[in-house]
């Protein structure tokens, strides 16, 4: 299965670390969507 990989911030904090993709995201918060990058053959 092919999955497009990405880093999730919330204010600097890794969302992989918290509550996942059910972290609560208030109106002032900051988003960080950052696609993941890793080394392999092409």
Sequence with gaps: MNCIRRN?????SDIRFGQ???????ERDELS?????AGGRS
């Design 8 to 12: 999730i911030y919330v204010n600097d």
């Design 20 to 26: 996942g993709l059910e972290t609560p995201v208030s």
């Design 33 to 37: 969507i950052v696609p993941a990058v």
